[in-house]
C-alpha cells in the first residue's frame, strides 16, 4: 500500500449525467492531483455523489471525458481501474454472513485471475489492512456483528487491500457518531494517498482536506483551499444557511450555524 512516487491524477472534461431527462450533472471539469485531498461539498442532489459515482464507474457519463494518468476511463477494463482506484461508499448496515478477514480479502479480487484461491501474500495485505484500520483482533468476527463504525472501518480495510493509488470516499461517514467519522477520516488522512471525499460536514471537510470542489445543481461554483472557499457569504450561496466562520491561531477554520430566526 505503499505509493511513494505515485504520479495519480484523475482528469475530468465537461461531464454531463442525464438520468431519463433529468440533467443531473451540466458540464463538470475536474482534476484531481497527485497526493492531494480533495473534498467535494455541496447540498443534498447537487450531484456530487453522482460525480463520484461516474469516476468509480456505477454511472457512466452521458458526455464528457474522464482519464486516469492520461488513460480514458473507458479503454480500461473494471479490474484494470480497480488496480488504480478504491472506493469507500456511504455506510449502510451490512448483513454479510461473512468473517472480516473473508469481507477484506475480497478487496484483493482485482489482484487474481477468476478461480485464484486466496494465497499467502493475500492474507498479509488483508492483515496489514486491519491493523491500519485498528481491526485486526476482530478478523475471525462475524461481520454482521459489528457496529456500524466498525463495519465501516473493515470496508476500508477492504478498499486498501485493492492496493490502489487512490481513493474514492462516497460520504462514507454518513449515518455514524462523530468519533467514527472522525477515525475513518483520520486513517485515510495518514495513508500518504490520492483522495477524492464527497463531504456532507464542512467542519471536517475543513479540517482534512488540501483543496475543495463545490456542486449545486449539477455545476462547478467553488473551487480552492478551505480558507479560500470556506466564507460566510459562500456558505450562505451554498446551502442557503447564515453561519459564523472563525479561525484559531494555527489558522483552522471553525464554522458555527446561525439559526434563521437568530443571524445577529
Do not use: W
Not at 491524477?9 to 451540466?26: M, P, Q, Y
Request: hydrophobic share 40%; proline share 3%; net charge negative.
Amino acid at each position: 500500500m505503499d505509493s511513494e512516487g505515485s504520479d495519480m491524477e484523475i482528469l475530468a472534461e465537461a461531464v454531463k449525467l442525464f438520468i431519463g431527462d433529468k440533467e443531473i450533472l451540466k458540464g463538470l471539469d475536474f482534476h484531481l492531483k497527485p497526493k492531494e485531498f480533495l473534498g467535494i461539498i455541496g447540498p443534498n442532489g447537487s450531484g456530487k455523489s453522482m460525480f463520484l459515482k461516474c469516476l468509480y464507474r456505477v454511472q457512466k457519463p452521458t458526455e464528457g471525458t474522464i482519464t486516469i494518468n492520461g488513460q480514458n476511463l473507458d479503454e480500461l477494463s473494471y479490474r484494470e481501474s480497480a488496480l488504480q482506484l478504491a472506493v469507500v461508499a456511504q455506510h449502510n448496515f451490512y448483513s454479510f454472513d461473512f468473517s472480516v478477514m473473508e469481507v477484506v480479502l475480497m478487496g484483493r479480487s482485482p489482484h487474481k485471475r477468476l478461480l485464484d484461491r486466496d494465497n499467502a501474500d493475500d492474507y498479509r495485505v488483508a492483515r496489514h489492512a486491519l491493523a491500519t484500520v485498528g481491526m485486526e483482533a476482530m478478523a475471525e468476527r462475524s461481520f454482521s456483528s459489528l457496529s456500524g463504525g466498525e463495519q465501516q472501518r473493515v470496508i476500508l480495510a477492504r478498499a486498501l487491500t485493492q492496493e490502489a493509488e487512490c481513493m474514492i470516499l462516497d460520504e462514507p461517514t454518513n449515518h455514524l457518531d462523530i468519533k467514527y467519522q472522525l477515525q475513518i477520516m483520520d486513517i485515510v488522512k495518514s495513508l500518504d494517498l490520492t483522495v477524492a471525499a464527497a463531504i456532507h460536514d464542512l467542519n471536517i471537510a475543513a479540517l482534512y482536506c488540501d483543496r475543495l470542489i463545490a456542486i449545486k445543481k449539477g455545476l462547478v461554483v467553488g473551487l480552492g483551499t478551505p480558507a479560500e472557499l470556506l466564507t460566510e457569504e459562500f456558505i450562505y450561496d451554498l446551502y442557503e444557511v447564515h453561519s459564523k466562520v472563525t479561525h484559531d491561531d494555527s489558522g483552522r477554520i471553525n464554522i458555527r450555524y446561525l439559526p434563521q430566526y437568530n443571524i445577529s
